[in-house]
């Protein structure tokens, strides 16, 4: 039923063009990452300050925001060329 279900579900993501790479992405790595992140908070006594605290994580979070921020600005610019 499961693997049906995730055929049915795959399908429908194709059909209306959704990218299926990211989803599987994230299927694979994302109990990959709760664990760890659930052993990091244990091993911190609770204290989600962490996740965040070190200059590393910090630099990492703003590349993130930047890429997402690049991206969307992109695809906002293409949308309005397109309405030109």
Do not use: C, H
């Not at 690049?70 to 397109?82: D, E, G, I, M």
């Amino acid at each position: 039923m499961i693997v049906l279900l995730i055929g049915v579900l795959g399908f429908a993501l194709r059909r209306f063009g959704f990218p299926l790479a990211p989803i599987m992405i994230g299927v694979v790595l994302g109990p990959l990452a709760e664990t760890s992140l659930r052993n990091a908070m244990m091993s911190s006594g609770g204290d989600a300050s962490i996740v965040v605290g070190s200059p590393i994580t910090l630099t990492l979070y703003r590349v993130l925001a930047l890429v997402l921020v690049y991206t969307l600005w992109r695809k906002v610019n293409s949308r309005a060329r397109q309405d030109v």
